[in-house]
């Protein structure tokens, strides 16, 4: 049984590579003022992703003071010394470009696609953005309150929108990813504008940022004007000190229960499993897809149409620079005990940790996965963020050409083994999200 | 991976002779380089012995492929039938001679791909590897369909409810009009679905359009991604190879006729407080016409982008309304002219106005140079970005090959558009722009159309319904001395069988309790969902309703006289304030309407309407907090027949506008109720019937608990 696994395992990683694995070429480099650049030039179709990642997160932040990375996120649009408040977005606009930027625990990444005959005007917006942006009163008071409108939609309005806030806290002691992104209100409104500015001239400086560019450019010439926009930019006078903070293992399961304003009740577990890069992490990413991807997944078809004790249940582990966690989320249907579910889903788990999942089931989630990668360069933003985070979290941006092939390592045994190595009820929190009046 | 070399060389001298001339100014933007040429794949293309012409475009920077079938049938009219080439194409994959569509649906999600059929054919993306598993299925579904009687049934169904719910949404009946209007009922584009139409569309039907139409020697096979040539042709053979031509109708039509002056047609809306008003005309714009780019830039300028003529002028200049746009758009056979904006009644005939007079601005008077670079930039750049998604590549490349186009045409088109000047625009804006020949369309309120007729070459406005079929709409005159509180009143009567206001009282003060059971099916996806509701009143001060779905309570409303308020499952629970509680408790009472001076209600008597073929008296109402609303009382009975009512809507958001017709009214305990009640809130249809009504059961007052 065995052999014919491996013949099936040996057939499907060859046409997997006969299937050209898209290669991405690109050029890599470090300014003076330790600014490291990424240049992919790809000529399909007249356009560029122009960006800016900068290794700072949330875990950066101090603990009294959780959210300024995201807080950053809108505040550096607010324009620069040369950009007046509002310009920013119009100057984009004029161009017939788009914009963006996202935060997560462990970076911020800001950019912009834009006609490749624009690249200069995204050079510019970028290299003031990074040189002298504008970090006034003004603008502090207007992003705290589309920040606090923010939080108010997408987490305190939200039925069980305060989970991860109240899992992470329990998950982590010590390191600092027992706070979220959006972090504390009154942090925001306790910091003064010093405390701003000093957050902006130790974390936004070129050695601490990867400038990727993706698309319709001659390499040559663009190196030159990356030279005249962001040489001229000083380092930062303050070292930036990693975080070394190492959460010692949880030892015993955490069971509480929140009382929300939500109709259905929750369960919501989070099993600590180790960081993104690692062999394990990618079994992972795999056991989790058996059991939540798709209509045909192992939780879908148990809870949801079998049994019927949930409305939706999901899987999905969270990739993170250090040691992170990978979630449960399931909601139960009316009239239902949490406990019902919650012994469903370990049900799962037994099964999974017990057994050695299907030739089908493998190959299916093989075939996901691999489409699934495919998006990542798809467009020239995608590649030029995927460069980007490769660069800063393993320091090879040619993974972009070669991560699918350690996914494509996992066996159907590695499946089993991370599963019963991290799956455990000594090793998660659980919470139990009911609606209040029952409390 | 083709790309052109020419271009890449300019390109780097371009970008070198800026950076000798380099010194950057940081206190203004950079102007951008010259706009660069695109880098367009070239077709291969090849034809199968039955005809099937096949190109493909060669994409191999990623390990997928998209296959896209058109066949190029001539647009044709389907009198009796309207729609049935919809429901043919949307059929096809409902099943073939060899697969369910449970085992199609299957098949697809296992190799992560996706496809889908219509009208003229068919359209899928995979991963290159499973190219052939998915051809494989995709070619069943081409030469073997079966059409189901049951799924035909459950689209049919799905497709009525469609229909029924396009009565109450202006915007689908302005969409009607301006089809018939504009190419009129004997041309393919002017021919509207009714649910007569709906009826004569059988599986026979559908079979027998297919095998007339879907013929290879019409189609065009469109590959784009990861094949070559080789394999692409192979893989055609096989799988479509054997697929027979055979002759296929052509039809021609002649080209509409355009309107002689200006033409004002109107559809009304009972109690629309909102006008969708729409300017409209063929034009010959064909598409690759060479005068496009100019045309195009011009249309951007006029109604196209958010700082365009119309948007900059009733939005942000007058406020008239959230968004108005307009364009000229090219087709294969007639083009057309269209605008179109949405604004408040009394500022109707002033948009009109406003829209004509910037029609007539664009003819009359050159672009301004920022107007003109501002719109060529934006193009520009947006045409560039939207190149990254592969379909567009391939629906350029199509329209080359289906309309004869130069084979440059799409490359050089940001050149051209580049090249344009203000004298061009005013050229493109005088063939193409007439204010003093187009039809203007109003759906609202009739009370504002006579201060339409100023725009009419005749001075006369047409009415017409949704269906586009012309109608009458004439006021009757109402009754001289009659009161909007006769009319209030006299609905009071009617409603509990009595002939004096004050038997009426007595008889609503002999009204205890009450207990109502409803029950309500919702047509969604194919399925039909059930809602049960419960409404609960014990005086002087209790009420209690509840909304039940699947077993769940979704939606509850609970009063008593310390407590109260709302739980919805998906926004959660609120609590009302001592004033909300009195408010919504005299909503729900039955006399209420006895108290509506007492209530801060406000009424006026508007007219006489026809109302489900009763004539009705119109009454307009305004609550307390300004929330307006219209009631249609019948004059033959004095029940109310509907309601009318529309939200104050936020900035940006469209207002919830919703119709509820009160049908089959039955006694119960001397109290005369709607049995049915159908309900329209923003084109969503819901019918609701009365199960049971009880007067005066006995009700306890712990059945009315609230816990804050």
Redesign the interface.
Known sequence: MSKFNSVIAAMLLF??L?????QIEFEEYELDNGLKVLLHEN?????VAVSVMYHVGAKNEQPDRTGFAHFFEHLLFEGS??IKRGEFFK?I??????NNANTTNDRTFYYE?????????G??LES?RLLHAKIDTIGVETQNEVVKEEKRLRVDNQ?YGSFLAEVNKRAYKEHPYRWTTIGEMEHLDAATLDEFISFYHKFYVPENAILSIAG?I?V???K??IK??FGPIPRGKEKIAQINIVEPPLAAEIRDTILD????PGVMMAYRIPAQGTPDFYAIELMSMVLSD???SRFNKKCVEETQSAMYVGAFPFSTEDPGLSFVFGIAN??VDPSRLESEVNEEFEKIQNELISEKEFS?VR??L??NF?GN????IGIAENLANYEMYFGDANLINTELDRYMKVTREDIQRVAKKYFNTDNRVVLYYLP??NG | MLFNKTCKFLLGILFVSNIHAQEINRSNAPKPSKAPKINLGEPQRFELENGLKVFLVEDHKLPQLAMNLIINKDPHLETGYVGLSDMMGDMMSAGTKNRTKSDIDEAIDFVGASLYTRSNGFYFSCLSKHAETVTEIASDILLNPIFPQEELDKKIKRQQSGLKSLKSNPDAIGGRLESVLSFGKSHPYGEIQRNEDLENITVERCKEYHSTYFKPNIGYLVIVGDIQLEPAKKLCKTYFGSWESGEVPAHSYDFPSKPKGVQVSFVHKPGAVQSLIKIFYPVNFKVGDENTAQTNVMSNIFGGAFSSYLNANLREDKGYTYGSRGRVRADRFVGQFSSSASVRNEVTDSSVTQMLFEMNRIRDEFVSSDDLSRIKNNMIGNFALSLENQQTIARYALNVERYNLPKNYYRDMLDKVQQVTKEMIQNAAQEFIHPDNCHILVVGNKEIADKLVQFDSDQKVDFYDYNAEPVEVESKPLPEGLTAEDVLFNYVMAQTSTTSIDDAKKKFKKIKSFRKEMSASIDAQGQTFTMEMVEQFKSPSFYKSETIAMGMTVQSEVINSKSGGTQNMQTGKTNFTAEERSSKLMEHKLDSDLYYKENGVTLELKGIENVMGEDCYVLNRMEKTGEKSTMFLSIGSGLLLQYNSQNTPKEGESPLMSTVQFLEYQENGGILVPGKTVMDINGNALEISLKKMEINPKLKASEFEWDE
């Open positions: 046409s997997s006969n299937a050209q694995s898209p000529h399909t179709t007249p356009i010394e040369n100057f606009e004029n161009a017939g470009g788009k696609v834009l006609p490749s005959n624009q690249l200069e005007l050079l510019w003031e039925p319709d001659d040559l010439a663009t030159k004007l005249a926009y304003d939500v109709q259905l798709g209509e045909s009316a009239e299916k075939n996901m691999e489409n495919l360069f798809r467009s020239m209040k009046e």
